[in-house]
């Protein structure tokens, strides 16, 4: 039988979500709900394979690899696995200066 992962989303990964959403919303709340929708349902995604995803590039440069990424061009749903759980840590936009986001967001600094 196939192991299957419970899907968490932290404080932070819904407020990127929310963020996101809110600000597709101001010129059209239909593609909001599209793009909302594409999102949670590729993250709910991952309760069966949470592998798939890559490991983040530029955490991987420097030497950290917990972490993992899906994306949704233009967005990036980072994650890790721990016992039996997937836990959605961000949800972000691949036009940002991601690296720095996460680096930040990992050494607990205020942005």
């Not at 909302?36 to 440069?61: C, T, W, Y």
């Amino acid at each position: 039988m196939k192991k299957t992962y419970t899907i968490r989303w932290s404080e932070t990964s819904e407020r990127d979500l929310k963020g996101i959403v809110e600000y597709i919303a101001k010129d059209s709340p239909s593609r909001a709900y599209k793009v909302l929708s594409d999102i949670k349902e590729k993250a709910s995604n991952l309760h069966s394979f949470p592998g798939r995803g890559r490991i983040v590039p530029e955490l991987q440069d420097q030497g950290i690899t917990q972490y993992r990424e899906l994306i949704i061009a233009p967005w990036r749903i980072i994650y890790r696995i721990a016992e039996g759980t997937v836990y959605v840590l961000s949800v972000l936009d691949s036009r940002q200066n991601v690296e720095d986001v996460l680096l930040k967001r990992l050494l607990g600094l205020k942005l």
